[in-house]
């Protein structure tokens, strides 16, 4: 049962436009979430985060958006750029048996095209 | 930036051998974890650590084994490998150790392990 879900595996989208990327989760109580960019072959690295007492963080060209009640998260890029190109992992975490665990989605990979 | 380190990047080895995946960080961060990715797949938590001399079983099942001797160290061993071990192995850790939300991982870049 998957608890994180992005249902979009692939995305493309043209260079200087906005990319949207989803993610739905099942649990209502996880509490922050995390966006991860991950390159062939390298290990993932940490875009950003927000918490769940907000709806919204943004960090220079990355926004993410929080809907609670449906369970539900966005990162924009804007304007993307053919470097962005990547996969995009999202996260969610909650307090399991006294410590804070990670449930990660499958990924949507995403091409800038140039 | 993160300061783990994983070894090998990539290896390819035949079935039945006994394998150790290195992972390292200079951060002195409690909490380390192995988490394991095949293709188009989430990552997977295999194994993890609060500390020196703790280890935990994550939530898939894996025939790995992991030690912490030292808090800096979390290696990943395979007694006979085989074909179907086949994945990205990535090694994390984190500063709070899972106490407090508001944190984030810090992953190592990976070993991309090929069982013959």
């Known amino acids: 049962d998957q608890q994180v879900k992005q249902n979009s595996p692939s995305l493309s989208v043209q260079e200087g436009r906005i990319s949207i990327l989803n993610c739905d989760y099942t649990?209502?109580?996880?509490?922050?979430f995390l966006w991860y960019k991950k390159y062939p072959a390298e290990g993932p690295t940490f875009l950003i985060s927000?918490?769940?007492?907000?709806d919204k963080n943004e960090d220079g060209r990355f926004t993410v958006f929080l809907n609670k009640s449906a369970k539900h998260l966005s990162l924009h890029i804007v304007p993307s750029q053919p470097g962005d190109s990547a996969v995009y992992f999202c996260?969610?975490?909650?307090?399991?048996?006294?410590?804070?665990?990670?449930?990660f989605g499958t990924g949507t990979r995403l091409k800038v095209l140039a | 930036e993160a300061d783990i380190y994983q070894t090998p990047r990539y290896l390819v080895i035949g079935t039945g051998k006994k394998i150790t995946l290195e992972c390292s960080q200079t951060?002195?961060?409690?909490?380390m974890y192995w988490y394991q990715q095949d293709p188009g797949m989430e990552l997977h938590l295999i194994h993890y650590?609060?500390?020196?001399?703790?280890?935990e079983k994550g939530d898939l099942s894996s025939e790995s084994t992991v030690s912490r001797i030292r808090t800096e160290h979390f290696p990943l061993t395979l007694e006979s490998a085989r074909p179907s071990h086949t994945s990205q192995y990535l090694c994390?850790?984190?500063?709070?150790?899972?106490?407090?939300?508001?944190?984030?991982?810090?992953f190592g870049s990976g070993t991309q392990l090929s069982v013959l």
């Open positions: 927000i918490s769940s007492i907000k």
């Open positions: 996260a969610a975490s909650k307090l399991t048996s006294g410590t804070y665990k990670y449930i």
């Open positions: 994390a850790s984190s500063e709070l150790g899972g106490r407090t939300t508001n944190e984030k991982l810090f």
């Open positions: 650590s609060y500390g020196v001399n703790s280890t």
């Open positions: 951060m002195g961060h409690d909490k």
């Open positions: 649990n209502s109580m996880f509490d922050y």
